[in-house]
């Protein structure tokens, strides 16, 4: 019998939880953020963002049911200061948020093997991407074709100190990239609007829900066709790249006209990254450089959505 291990895993100490708890907490959650929360059922995830009253983003959440409430993934940097301001907005509503990172763990799990890899850990399997299977407190969520997101308590450490072995956390980093999904950390907070990351791509905006801090900016970029900006994926071979690194077109003379969204080291050298870059750079195939007007040019690379 072949029982080559074909799956990777690493402990995904870069990303954050929130909590959002009460009789209101969904209620809360849909004025708050760009995709709608009332509807979400017990079995599935969400993406979304948290915008400001100008449309930018101050957070992307992957919004998660669980007891009592819904957890709320979110880059690990900002979490405290998102938990802070979010919970400035409850005013009267019956609802909390806290930031719970220290109380998670989270895993990522990806690979051909990594379905068998669950069962062995005693984990049910969700089919669907971002189906979400939950068990002992324990929550899975599909993200991909064979990737997934474990998040569970940490008085369950041991369970899993396996998984924390298995690979760095850079290689799920790199994965999400590929992915196209992108992620907003400090050095990128109200840099962009959510269609210069493509959420509206991912499924991540609901142009229907109503009200939510920013959405005016949000449905004039969709329906007026004023977007200047948009995410693309890219290869550069070095030095290596850091979000909010900023990048450069020849069209627009040395000034800044881009900025790193993600990026993450490949092997042999250089980084592949996730980048919002002008549009008209974009279709015109300028040359897009990193960190200076003469820095190394990105190789574009495709998208896996349209």
Avoid at 90 to 118: F, H, I, N, P
Avoid at 153 to 178: M, N
Avoid at 196 to 221: I, S
Avoid at 222 to 250: C, F, I, N, T, W
């Amino acid at each position: 019998m072949d029982t080559k291990v074909t799956h990777l895993a690493a402990e995904l100490q870069h990303l954050g939880l929130l909590s959002c708890t009460g009789d209101d907490a969904r209620t809360f959650l849909q004025a708050q953020l760009t995709n709608g929360i009332e509807d979400l059922a017990e079995g599935e995830a969400r993406r979304a963002g948290w915008c400001s009253a100008k449309g930018r983003l101050l957070a992307l959440f992957l919004v998660v049911p669980q007891q009592g409430g819904l957890l709320l993934q979110v880059s690990r940097d900002i979490a405290p200061a998102i938990a802070k301001r979010l919970s400035m907005f409850v005013l009267r509503a019956k609802a909390k948020v806290a930031d719970v990172s220290d109380a998670w763990m989270q895993y990522g799990l990806w690979g051909e093997t990594a379905e068998t890899r669950l069962a062995q850990l005693g984990l049910a399997v969700p089919q669907g991407e971002l189906q979400a299977a939950r068990s002992e407190g324990i929550a899975v969520v599909r993200v991909g074709a064979q990737r997934f997101l474990i998040l569970a308590p940490a008085a369950q450490r041991g369970r899993f100190s396996s998984l924390a072995l298995e690979q760095g956390e850079a290689s799920w980093v790199l994965q999400e990239i590929r992915s196209g999904l992108p992620q907003v950390v400090q050095a990128t907070q109200e840099e962009f609007v959510p269609q210069m990351v493509n959420l509206e791509r991912l499924g991540a905006v609901d142009f229907k829900k109503g009200c939510y801090p920013g959405q005016e900016v949000v449905a004039r970029t969709q329906y007026r066709g004023v977007l200047k900006r948009r995410m693309a994926r890219a290869r550069v071979s070095a030095p290596a790249a850091a979000a909010g690194d900023e990048l450069y077109a020849d069209e627009f003379a040395g000034q800044a006209s881009g900025k790193v969204v993600a990026a993450a080291a490949v092997p042999g050298g250089g980084s592949e990254l996730l980048a919002v870059v002008q549009i008209s750079a974009l279709e015109g195939g300028q040359p897009i450089r990193l960190r200076a007007p003469d820095g190394p040019h990105l190789e574009l690379l495709p998208l896996p959505y349209a």
